[in-house]
């Protein structure tokens, strides 16, 4: 879903509809799903011993900074309102250019890769049961929710863009081209995004050890914990920098 700049209101998405809740509260809600998940399920190993597990884990991993890739690129090419307005589904006009010219929910697909990333490095069969349905329930109705305001507010516009771009995977024709052909707003990627970029490398990096401390197949392999930590800790200098920077005003698009 986009939203830019213009001037024309339109009153905000309501309701008891599944999306809109989804939308509303999906800042408490998708969190909280996944942390029950991983401390409420028990991951298990992959084909039962831990160099095949190790290899999953890589996957997951790879899966995972695929979707925050995909993140970057959006909102360092053309940005959008992610929040709606007052946690409600809302765009001042469409956006169209930048990725979303390729994928019409590029942020939601960041997303999704991150989520199944995590999964696939847990592994555990409640995880897979559970959490995939609960995301993609979630994940549909949100977009649905979108879509209906969307197309309610820009009609034929929208149609057409409908008709264009995929809902939910990068539509590879003149990517490179789309990426090469504006300036990259660094400034703002690290303003809008070190946060959800820290909180998922965390979560990534968490199951990581979760697994190395649950599973008895990792009981002699525990030295790479201590890896894992020293990676978080640069990932936390990292935030802690762009935090202060933000706060600062360096990161404003005029400096």
Known sequence: MGAAQGSTATKPATGLRLGAIFFKYRDILFPVALLALAFGTRPRLFLGEARSDVLLDWAGVALAAAGQLIRAMTIGLEYITRGGRNKQVYAKSLVVGGVFSHCRNPLYLGNILGILGMMLIHNGIWMYAIGVPYFALAYASIIAEEERYLRGRFGAEYDE???????????????????????????????????????????VLGLLVLERFRLDA???ARGAVTVIVAVWGVLLLGYLTARVLKKQGRLDDNN
């Open 218 to 220: 990792y009981a002699g």
């Open 161 to 203: 863009y409908c008709r264009r771009v995929p809902r939910l995977w990068v539509r590879p024709a003149g990517l490179i081209r789309t990426l090469r052909s504006a300036p990259f707003q660094w400034k703002r990627l690290v303003a809008k995004e070190y946060g959800t970029t820290f909180s998922g490398s965390s979560a």
